[in-house]
């Protein structure tokens, strides 16, 4: 593969928000994700970490944590496995680590302070109603002015960013 030109890194981060929110539930590989956005997989991480400031993985993990909040809000009724089909989430320790620290406590607490039965409010629920990826990537590229490089002027911060020929 013979780079062949170059894309800013707001346009790499809203081809992996709308890949996501496309193919969600189902598992998004790093490599595939990189291979919709005409990078390597290396260039894609870097974009990620200089941009958003964590690796796409975690990025991906922490939109389906969300839409998991907001699947267990919708419907408190069912089960943690159900949602966890729902959203592909598996429970994994990382998972659990990264719900916790995006919601200040564990998964069943969360499911439990939704349940009607209890009756407490969804408003005392700390979540983003509208969980949507490609909303909060655009958030994230104004917030890190991104948008402003050029191509050139982002190659140049180091970003490495280069579109791919196949």
């Not at 998972?95 to 005392?124: G, H, I, N, T, W």
Request: glycine share 4%; proline share 5%.
């Amino acid at each position: 593969m013979r780079p062949s030109t170059f894309v800013s890194a707001a346009d790499i981060l809203r081809k992996s928000a709308s890949l996501f929110e496309q193919y969600f539930p189902r598992p998004l590989a790093i490599a595939e994700l990189a291979g919709h956005c005409h990078v390597s997989p290396k260039t894609l991480s870097k974009v990620f970490v200089g941009v958003v400031g964590e690796a796409p993985s975690t990025t991906i993990k922490r939109w389906r944590l969300k839409k998991l909040a907001h699947s267990i809000v919708r419907k408190p009724e069912e089960s943690l496995i159900w949602h966890g089909v729902e959203t592909g989430i598996a429970f994994t320790r990382l998972d659990k680590r990264l719900f916790r620290e995006m919601y200040c406590q564990d998964v069943c607490s969360f499911k439990r302070a939704c349940d009607p039965v209890r009756q407490q409010a969804a408003s005392l629920i700390p979540w983003d109603e509208h969980c949507d990826a490609t909303r909060e990537i655009e958030l994230i590229i104004q917030a890190s002015g991104c948008n402003q490089l050029g191509p050139i002027a982002a190659n140049q911060a180091g970003l490495q960013i280069e579109l791919a020929c196949k």
